[in-house]
């Protein structure tokens, strides 16, 4: 019996990623994994701790005590941070810069990756993220990486925002976006880049369904659903 197959789906901020792999996840009949959840998770309970995101050996000390799971059960992932429910609360913009920050530390990416790696034991994923075809699934049967041009990201991200009821300015939200970059580009351990074989996808003018049905054509030719 083959092995339940992993499609990495990677990019930066705003490029598509989420729901483009819940879409694929769904058609596929896979299991959806957001691999940023868990370090956004970190992230939470670093600042409800009140340590500093930029002090790494704080931070590690911290997350090493701390218990990160995602849940599968339902529709709808959900993440625990020592068994409270924070799926809806990591969705913040001061997470996600302390997400930035925390995910920095060797430590705590040594930690987070064999949670996001315990999500695909026994059963096939879509999982997004910014290294999972680079660190987490090195041997993904399919790894894509999307990109997109930063304006429309930042138009992707405002949106988003607004749906989520949070207030917000394109200039704002696109500052935002720039800054997360930086510190993914800059970062020493698994920096964000397309793996070797990874099929780069522009999604700037490109529908979330068209995304989709590119990477839906690479499964069929790559992947081992059945």
Do not use: H, W
């Not at 990486?145 to 009821?165: M, N, S, T, Y």
């Amino acid at each position: 019996m083959s092995k339940p197959p992993v499609i990495a789906i990677d990019g930066p901020a705003g490029a598509g990623k989420s729901t483009v792999a819940r879409k694929v996840a769904a058609r596929l009949g896979l299991t959806y994994v957001d691999s940023g959840a868990t370090y956004r998770a970190a992230a939470l309970k670093v600042l409800q701790s009140g340590i500093a995101p930029d002090d790494e050996q704080a931070v590690a000390k911290l997350i090493a005590q701390t218990d990160i799971r995602i849940t599968s059960e339902g529709l709808q992932p959900r993440v625990l941070v020592d068994g409270q429910d924070v799926t809806e609360m990591i969705r913040t913009p001061e997470v996600t810069l302390a997400a930035a920050k925390v995910s920095r530390s060797s430590e705590v990416r040594a930690k987070l990756v064999a949670v996001q790696r315990s999500c695909a034991m026994g059963r096939g994923v879509v999982m997004e993220g910014r290294d999972i075809g680079t660190v987490v699934f090195p041997n993904a049967a399919l790894k894509v990486f999307l990109k997109a041009d930063p304006v429309e990201r930042a138009r992707r991200r405002l949106k988003q925002d607004r749906k989520d009821g949070r207030s917000a300015t394109l200039e704002q939200t696109a500052d935002e976006i720039a800054c997360r970059d930086q510190l993914d580009a800059e970062r020493k351990i698994s920096p964000l880049v397309p793996a070797a074989d990874a099929y780069r996808i522009d999604s700037t003018y490109l529908a979330a369904d068209q995304v989709v049905e590119q990477i839906l054509d690479l499964a069929r030719k790559k992947v081992d659903i059945i």
